[in-house]
């Protein structure tokens, strides 16, 4: 997983409340399960027309925001079924971070996986960064997650904060197994106590492939 230390990048407005899974990633792209390649059906039924054509008015069909990194969006982001498929095609378009004052429980779990970052401000504060997104010349955000601060799009520094365990996942980089594997010292002396017959771990990078 790659490392999320501090980003700098376009972020683009979605004033939506309740953007759903289905939204993100429709079910006519889960036939495979690689994680590239996706970013091509983000949000498809808000940036194609039904003949797959792109829509002029879509923000992420439209400079700067087709590089966009960052999202602002209303309440309840990611709500719907839990199809993790939908945080790999926000990564593989290039999203690092959403801004929302809210997330279903599912698809924020799913983001930490994936190395995005699912930030939390206050309903007044996203709208302001709505506005500020809209506009190519504020639409630039940094967002440092080790002194858990955004800069706006006119520098104002806000203020954020992240579990800690969640925080430290992110800035090293490692899912789930990758925490798992931080232990293997631990994990072997338990498996020479409890199963001494059982071969032992193998090295951390044998399981990378």
Not at 166 to 191: F, V
Request: with cysteine.
């Amino acid at each position: 997983m790659k490392k999320f230390t501090r980003l700098e990048g376009i972020a683009a407005p979605l004033p939506i409340a309740n953007i759903d899974t289905d939204q993100i990633l429709p079910w006519a792209y889960l036939k495979g399960v690689v994680r590239t390649g996706l970013g091509r059906g983000l949000f498809a039924p808000l940036r194609y027309d039904e003949h797959g054509r792109e829509r002029p008015d879509f923000v992420l069909n439209r400079q700067p925001w087709r590089q966009a990194q960052i999202l602002v969006a209303r309440e309840n982001f990611g709500c719907g079924s839990s199809r993790e498929h939908a945080p790999w095609s926000l990564a593989d378009f290039g999203v690092r971070c959403i801004i929302a004052p809210s997330f279903a429980e599912i698809f924020e779990n799913n983001c930490f996986k994936n190395g995005i970052l699912p930030l939390h401000l206050d309903p007044g504060a996203v709208e302001e960064l709505l506005m500020q997104a809209a506009h190519p010349d504020s639409a630039r955000f940094m967002i440092d997650l080790e002194a858990q601060e955004l800069r706006d799009g006119t520098g104002r520094i806000l203020p954020f904060s992240i579990e800690a365990e969640r925080r430290g996942a992110l800035l090293e980089g490692l899912d789930e197994i990758g925490r798992t594997m931080g232990h293997e010292a631990l994990i072997q002396a338990y498996e020479r106590k409890h199963l001494p017959g059982l071969s032992p771990i193998p090295p951390v990078e044998r399981w990378a492939s």
